[in-house]
């Protein structure tokens, strides 16, 4: 389970004043629930996902991790970019205490990057750095994973790869999903969460947040241009 008791996060603006990612926020993601997290770009839905993995640190309040969680998996973040994919992989499974080979040998055959796999990784094109990341994430084995739109990466094939690959893990894993594919959430999510100034709303029904994000998108589309 990951706990939010009571967290607030902001980030000072240019110019002045702060950006609101949380605000004194107060819930719990439960196992076994499948949760998409909409909101417009810049709302914060990324550094919800750093504060959940552990990598960001609240301005007040406190997160309670139990069980095994993923590092965000997106574009960028878990990877170093000196070290060959298959560094990477080693070096990661050898933190979780896992087989190696095996985790190398999955990574190879999964993320399809061919001789690229023992090229430094800063040679890499952002969506081969995600599919890398995505990969040994995937090998090592978590109860929570943390993805950020890195399924949106790749050619038709690997995308469904990438679903195949989410529908074994959710069957003993929870995912938290971050994604502006509304067909992926429904697939995906059992409930929605949006963001937006500093508060995030869950919605039992994931169609009812998509709803609530589209709306949003909406209202903010209509003030930028009425005050253009």
Request: proline share 3%; charged share 25%.
């Amino acid at each position: 389970m990951i706990i939010f008791d009571r967290v607030s996060k902001a980030f000072p603006r240019p110019g002045g004043g702060k950006k609101v990612i949380l605000n004194n926020f107060t819930a719990a993601f439960r196992p076994g629930i499948n949760v998409g997290i909409l909101g417009r770009n810049g709302a914060g839905k990324s550094t919800l996902m750093n504060l959940m993995s552990g990598g960001d640190m609240p301005d007040s309040g406190r997160i309670i991790r139990e069980g095994r969680i993923s590092w965000p998996l997106g574009f960028k973040g878990g990877i170093h970019a000196k070290l060959t994919g298959t560094q990477n992989a080693k070096f990661i499974a050898d933190i979780y205490g896992r087989n190696w080979r095996k985790v190398i040998d999955f990574v190879t055959d999964f993320a399809e990057l061919g001789p690229y796999i023992d090229m430094p990784v800063k040679t890499y094109s952002a969506g081969m750095r995600a599919r890398l990341a995505f990969g040994i994430c995937m090998a090592i084995g978590f109860e929570y994973y943390l993805i950020d739109e890195v399924i949106a990466v790749g050619d038709s094939t690997f995308k469904k790869k990438c679903k195949a690959v989410f529908e074994e893990r959710r069957e003993n894993a929870t995912l938290l999903l971050v994604s502006h594919s509304s067909a992926l959430l429904r697939a995906f999510c059992d409930i929605g969460g949006v963001l937006a100034d500093g508060e995030l709303t869950f919605y039992d029904d994931i169609e009812e947040a998509i709803q609530a994000h589209e709306d949003n998108q909406s209202r903010s589309e209509r003030n930028r241009m009425q005050s253009a």
